[in-house]
């Protein structure tokens, strides 16, 4: 035997398969104990922030990205291969089992569990036994005075169905990280969306997945709604319709999206994730001509949808920049200042504080849509502005316009994933299988006197009942036969 | 009835349910110190069971009816709220202590496990009580992820799993104070009642098995709700995680029974082991943890 075949049996047996399993598990004990950052980037800042000498070796260590670091990966193909290696073998075995016949009868079946003799006659007995055996279902082999019986095969099958399902399951959740694609969108009710990359505000394409591949829909977004409890502003629910066509410019079809129902397309889903307002303003410069119209998507910072945005105007000249603030039902306190009570627009007010000078767009580095960088900037007022109101700022005006709603659209396609549930379907049902099968043997010997015995295998219960119920048919039987 | 009453009789519900744990523990108490009887010539330990086997019964009688009031108490708490009673760990928690208490009755009938009374009483009352005083949230209707028929599907799978899980915790735990005590030299006074260790070594291995399955499914029902939820079936979120990572363990231990043929006191350690990834992933990850499973504050 060489190191290669050494190595394959290795890996291969059931005891590594079984470490492999707890690795797996102990390796995703720090990726629930350290912030991830495909889960929450900014708390990964935060903590390069508190423990900078610490982040960086954790980092080195791939600790904020343990699902993706090579180690886990490591673990997570040996057990893939592991455990194909240990199972298929085994399925190869079984199945060329499936037509055999009970293995023979021991010699001595004083030894085994339940042993009984039978006080009966020895004629007619393995008949007798026979029918009541097939009759409960035994496969049953007879020869020479003896019968072997044997129920309970579908024990080691679903053993079998249970870790191959498991393995299509690996398979899949690995389709999953090779094939699709997922990206996110904010679109404002009345907006129309297009599934092409361009159209995403970011999409990542999983390794083999092209282009080519999405599917071609569009949707107008026609109304949102959200409604709150009114004691504790806690959303009850979100309604989204939209008028949906598939593939681009057939005719379009009204569609609901909530947030536990997807729109679906195939293996493609749109989810409902977020949502938020966007004031509609319309700015003129001094002479009166219309500089930028529509609405400003703002980002929510609490449950009442207090948010906050930044309306830029690079054209104006200064530039303009507003830092801003939308309180779908303003309110008012000494300690927190104007702040939202509700989720819903009842008294909507939108708060600006005018900056002029240089928004610094030019510089390169990238900014926040939902900020103003007010370093090179001057504040020239500061409003809060009803709907319909106008405000002269000095270089220009701002009308308050109205609002809308925006949602934010998850769009994710992951082929894998059918695969993945008919695995998880079929490990089900191989473990209440395997688990609630008893597999047993029973013999009869006739030389002279009837003797029956048996064997459960993991020491199952139920097995005396077996053969004490065998033991009455046969002497039953007897009775009759006199 | 208004949604408010409903909610107030719900809490009295679980008050009362306390009440009657509180006395089935002091019945369960009396049972065990009191059964025993030491005659000083003989040094041999005889059982007078007629002393205490009324004050067992009375601790019967306190444990279904204090699962009668818990289960009004938990029926109440969802009418109030028009939905299933599982939106947050006050909810969780009373809904667990049926589950764990539940888990315990059907125990007493199939298998005569009278004598757990005493540690599945205590386990009841501190959960109740940190509940109603630490976790204890009004009454309020669910957020709209919340809202789906696998709520109730995946929820009361992984409760029941978890209320089984620690009923076969306990019996480990059990198993593994008795070996100690038959290893320096014989049981005390009041464990001479108590199951041989191997029936407590099959017990606390058939409640896994049984339930295994059952957590199985818990587990993949969740992720189908994540996948229609939060357009993904698997992320890695904390509680997924730790799901994942108590399948793994509960796995091992059935592995390591059936397979290498582990028995006693290693196996009772896995089992400890693998009931304690679930007890962390119900304390931590609901209220250190972030992640998308935290909800409505806890």
């Known amino acids: 035997m060489n190191i290669f075949q050494w190595m394959w049996r290795q890996l291969t047996s059931m005891r590594t398969a079984l470490i492999l399993l707890m690795m797996l598990g102990l390796a995703s004990i720090p990726g629930s104990l350290f912030p991830q950052r495909n889960q929450n980037p900014m708390k990964v800042t935060e903590f390069f922030k508190a423990n900078p000498t610490l982040a960086q070796w954790l980092d080195k260590a791939k600790i904020f990205d343990v699902y993706s670091s090579p180690w886990f990966s490591a673990i997570y193909i040996l057990l893939f291969i592991s455990l194909i290696g240990c199972v298929l073998p085994r399925s190869i075995e079984h199945a060329k089992a499936i037509g055999k016949k009970p293995p023979l009868t021991p010699k001595f079946l004083e030894k085994m569990e339940g042993f009984t003799e039978v006080d009966r006659p020895a004629e007619g007995a393995l008949d007798d036994a026979e029918r009541w055996l097939k009759k409960n279902r035994f496969r049953v082999r007879r020869k020479d005075g003896s019968i072997s019986a044997e129920k309970g095969y579908s024990r080691e099958t679903g053993n079998l169905l249970f870790h191959l399902s498991l393995i299509v399951i690996l398979f899949a959740v690995a389709a999953g990280g090779l094939y699709g694609s997922k990206g996110e969108t904010i679109l404002n009710v009345g907006d129309r969306f297009i599934n092409t990359p361009t159209s995403y505000d970011n999409i990542s394409f999983a390794k083999f997945q092209r282009e080519g591949d999405m599917v071609p829909f569009s949707l107008r977004i026609l109304d949102f709604k959200a409604s709150y409890d009114v004691v504790t502003s806690a959303p009850t629910d979100y309604t989204l319709k939209v008028a949906a066509a598939n593939p681009l410019g057939s005719k379009e079809v009204l569609k609901t999206i909530k947030v536990n129902s997807p729109l679906t397309y195939g293996s493609t889903k749109v989810y409902l994730q977020a949502n938020g307002y966007s004031p509609v303003v319309a700015v003129r410069d001094k002479s009166g001509k219309l500089i930028f119209e529509g609405p400003v998507t703002f980002l929510p910072q609490d449950a009442n949808l207090t948010s906050i945005g930044a309306i830029k105007l690079p054209d104006m000249s200064p530039q303009i920049g507003m830092v801003s603030s939308f309180l779908p039902t303003a309110a008012r306190s000494a300690k927190r200042g104007a702040f939202s009570s509700f989720p819903e627009v009842l008294d909507p007010r939108l708060l600006v504080s005018v900056w002029m000078g240089d928004l610094g767009l030019d510089s390169g580095n990238p900014q926040s849509v939902y900020r103003v960088d007010t370093s090179k900037m001057k504040n020239i007022g500061l409003k809060a502005l009803s709907i319909g109101d106008v405000y002269n700022f000095g270089q220009g005006t701002i009308t308050f316009e109205g609002y809308r709603s925006w949602v934010n659209l998850q769009i994710v396609d992951d082929p894998g994933k059918m695969y993945a549930l008919v695995g998880a379907i079929l490990a089900i049902l191989g473990l209440l299988t395997s688990l609630f099968t008893r597999q047993r043997r029973i013999w009869i010997k006739v030389d002279g006197r009837v003797q029956i015995a048996g064997l459960a295998k993991n020491g199952v219960p139920g097995l005396d009942e077996e053969l004490l119920s065998l033991e009455k048919a046969l002497l039953k039987n007897d009775e009759k036969g006199l | ?298």
């Open chain 2, 1 to 298: 009835m208004t949604s408010r009453n409903l909610a107030y009789l719900s809490n009295y519900s679980i008050y009362s349910a306390m009440v009657l744990y509180t006395i089935a523990f002091f019945a369960h108490a009396v049972e065990v110190s009191f059964s025993v009887k030491n005659t000083a010539e003989t040094e041999k330990t005889t059982f007078d069971f007629s002393r205490t086997d009324r004050a067992g019964r009375i601790g019967t009688a306190m444990m279904i009816l204090g699962f009668i009031f818990l289960f009004a108490g938990v029926i109440l708490r969802g009418a109030s709220a028009h939905r299933v009673p599982w939106g947050n760990m006050y909810e969780f928690s009373i809904t667990g202590s049926l589950a764990f208490s539940g888990a315990y009755l059907f125990a007493l009938i199939k298998y005569k496990l009278r004598w757990l009374g005493l540690p599945v009483s205590i386990a009841v009352l501190l959960t109740l009580g940190t509940a109603i005083t630490i976790l204890y949230r009004p009454s309020a209707p669910l957020v709209p992820a919340l809202k789906s028929t696998w709520l109730a599907i995946h929820v009361s799978a992984a409760i029941v799993s978890g209320g089984v899980f620690l009923l076969a915790n306990t019996i480990a735990a059990t198993y593994l104070i008795l070996d100690r005590m038959e290893e320096r030299g014989g049981r005390n006074e009041w464990a001479k009642k108590l199951p041989s260790l191997e029936t407590l070594d099959q017990l606390s291995y058939r409640l896994v098995a049984f339930v295994f399955p059952l957590w199985t499914f818990a587990v993949i029902a969740g992720a189908i709700w994540a996948e229609s939820a939060w357009g993904r079936y698997w992320g890695w979120d904390p509680k997924e995680t730790w799901a994942f990572i108590t399948w793994v363990a509960y796995a091992a231990y059935l592995h390591a029974r059936v397979t290498a043929g582990w028995r006693g006191r290693k196996a009772a350690w896995l089992c400890l082991f693998a009931g304690s990834t679930f007890l962390f992933n119900y304390v931590y990850v609901n209220i250190y943890g972030t992640g998308r499973h935290t909800y409505s504050g806890l």
